[in-house]
């Protein structure tokens, strides 16, 4: 079983997941809170929302994120399917 690590305001892709069989953690967009409730998830699910605007990408994890804008629930199992 898969750990993803979901943020919150995407019930639908965590519960989906979770229906699935998955092992899903919700956390907040604040850095602290992510680092220390993601040090053992497999992937990462993001809204999307908060991309910086100069395009410069810097995270505290080696752990693959998914960015969920646009993506129905199933798209997002088939990229966490994908990193395997």
Known sequence: MKN???QKGLSPIK???SSKGYNVQEFDT???NAV???G???AIVVTGMDQNV???ETTSTKVPIIDASGM???EVE???NRLS
């Open 4 to 6: 993803i690590g979901v």
């Open 15 to 17: 519960d989906y997941l």
């Open 30 to 32: 604040s850095a602290e």
């Open 36 to 38: 220390k409730s993601l």
């Open 40 to 42: 053992n998830v497999d």
């Open 54 to 56: 100069m395009g410069i």
């Open 72 to 74: 129905v629930p199933e």
């Open 78 to 80: 088939q990229s966490i």
